[in-house]
């Protein structure tokens, strides 16, 4: 039972913390999805991985994300109430830019 719970707290953590930020937060100029949660097996640590677009406004959403994390955090908390709470780490997914990259590339080489 205990393999299956970081997979649900993912999915838990991902699901709240969408709706706390979309509430709480503003980024200027920038839209702001999380991409994916990943929970270690303690649940300790809780590395939560967001898209931007457009992508030159990821390190001043990274940053706004930051400055806020200690009230996330605690919102998060407050709503989840879970035992142990993970501590939440920010990082920039650049899956959907690395995509769009190939793509071009791709589409490039064909002429």
């Known amino acids: ?10 999915s838990l953590i991902r699901e709240e913390l969408s709706k706390i930020i979309m509430r709480e937060l503003e980024f200027p100029g920038a839209l702001m999805t999380i991409t994916e949660v990943e929970v270690n097996e303690d649940l ?3 590395i939560v991985n ?3 677009l457009p992508s030159e ?3 001043e959403v990274l940053e706004i994300l930051n400055n806020h ?6 919102k998060l908390n407050r ?3 879970l ?9 920039v997914d650049f899956g959907l830019k690395n995509a769009a990259s190939v793509e071009k590339a791709l589409l490039d080489s064909e002429k």
């Not at 039972?1 to 993912?10: E, G, H, S, Y």
């Not at 035992?83 to 990082?91: A, C, G, W």
């Open 1 to 10: 039972m205990r393999f299956f719970r970081p997979q649900r707290m993912n």
């Open 44 to 46: 300790e640590h809780a």
């Open 50 to 52: 967001f898209s931007v």
């Open 57 to 59: 406004k990821s390190e």
């Open 69 to 74: 994390k200690k009230d996330l955090q605690f």
């Open 79 to 81: 709503k989840l109430n």
């Open 83 to 91: 035992r142990p709470m993970p501590e939440i780490t920010f990082r």
